[in-house]
């Protein structure tokens, strides 16, 4: 009889050490979640000007690399804003490619650059090299924003909440 006594007194307990130990591992992995970062491709851009860079050689600098293509209506119609978000952020250090898709035409991404003036560098991804370093990416807009240390961040598919984007800007370029 004192044995069931024991094992009944002692049952609140257990569940308690039960739920510490639940919420514990829950903390932890939450934790473990948001510590993980996702480092960014190590690749290479060649801009419209001929010139090779790196991704490595943008450390330092906050990145936001954009895959657009002339032929996407939102695109195009995102484009105004990422060139806003671009002069408002360049001089605290953001750095900014556009990789125009294998798909779109070599002299229509030319036009479209001259014609609005892009003021960031634009790269042709003849191969889908890049794309597919990026983790295959077809869809566009998709737009990766990478932090000082080489890590993604945030992956935009669509165009962005911008002043979502520029919080994010504003924390990553502080940091």
Known sequence: MQAHVDAVSRKP????????????SIGLFVML??????????????NLQGEKISLKSLRGKVV??????????TCVGEMPKMIETYDKYKAHGLD??????????????L?????RALPFQVALDTNDKIANSFGDVKL????????????II?????????AELHQLLD???AA
């Open 111 to 115: 036009n479209f650059v001259k014609t």
């Open 96 to 109: 900014f490619v556009a990789v125009a898709m294998s798909y779109d035409p070599p002299n229509y991404v």
């Open 64 to 73: 936001m690399v954009n895959f657009w293509a002339t032929s996407c209506t």
């Open 140 to 151: 566009t807009p998709t737009t990766f924003v990478i932090d000082k240390q080489g890590n």
């Open 171 to 173: 924390k990553a370029l």
């Open 13 to 24: 307990l257990l569940i308690k050490i039960g739920i510490a130990i639940v919420i514990a």
């Open 33 to 46: 979640s948001l510590s993980h970062k996702t480092p960014a491709p190590d690749v290479s851009f060649t």
């Open 154 to 162: 945030k992956r935009y598919v669509g165009e962005p909440v911008f």
